[in-house]
């Protein structure tokens, strides 16, 4: 027999929101919180699991860094009902006003790939560091695109040496006038994963970039796009 509750007729909704501003500085479970809270207070019919703590099922792409914004991320969420009785407009119209700053949600959707499709994301990195003018910016690109491009990455066994290159599909830094400004293309998928924070690690190590006052510099990550191959993800 099966469980009671898949006996509940529910649907992934996908949610396509940003995150700028303070919420940059919350943690994932955080985020998972406020979503949770934010669904149950615009009256969706969210699915919730069974057990002695249910809870909604609430699955998000690609993993940011907590101190990085983004103006694309996604969020699957299962709520009551089937493609044909959940009216995926009254949602969007639902959720426009988050009134939480920073949380802006700009679509909703069903689904039409799955997370797993995901190759990689677009970013802006921009830097204000003392000396930063075109040359210097010249230099960052150039140490960018070396190859190999090897540096000591966290993973689930230890910190191990990786060759990162392969994992940069594009990148370009120019100078605004103001700051050094990196665009930047890297693997999203879940094998090949690259966290931007590793660009500035390497410059830092290779430009001497963020190296004077720390009052006086900083530099902020902002995720742009989630690609499937050379589309917008869906």
């Not at 090949?192 to 590793?198: A, D, G, S, V």
Request: glycine share 4%; aromatic share 8%; net charge neutral.
């Amino acid at each position: 027999m099966l469980p009671v509750r898949d006996k509940v007729p529910h649907v992934a909704v996908r949610i396509r929101f940003e995150k700028t501003g303070a919420l940059q500085y919350i943690s994932h479970l955080d985020l998972h919180r406020t979503f949770s809270r934010l669904l149950v207070r615009k009256g969706i019919p969210v699915w919730y699991s069974e057990g002695f703590t249910p809870h909604p099922r609430l699955v998000f792409a690609t993993p940011l860094s907590v101190g990085a914004e983004s103006l694309c991320e996604y969020m699957d969420v299962f709520v009551i009902g089937s493609a044909e009785t959940v009216d995926k407009d009254v949602l969007r119209w639902k959720l426009t006003e988050t009134d939480i700053d920073g949380l802006k949600v700009t679509d909703v959707y069903f689904p039409e790939t799955k997370f797993s499709t995901i190759t990689d994301s677009d970013y802006t990195i921009r830097i204000r560091t003392a000396g930063a003018d075109a040359a210097l910016a010249e230099r960052c690109e150039a140490a960018l695109r070396a190859t190999p491009l090897v540096v000591c990455k966290r993973t689930k066994s230890g910190e191990k040496d990786v060759d990162i290159a392969p994992q940069i599909k594009a990148v370009a830094v120019t100078f605004d006038g103001e700051c050094l400004v990196l665009r930047a293309r890297l693997c999203a998928d879940s094998m090949n994963f690259l966290n931007p924070e590793y660009l500035v690690k390497i410059l830092k190590e290779k430009c001497a970039i963020l190296s004077g006052d720390p009052t006086a510099e900083e530099y902020s990550i902002l995720r742009t796009a989630v690609l499937c191959g050379e589309k917008d993800f869906r």
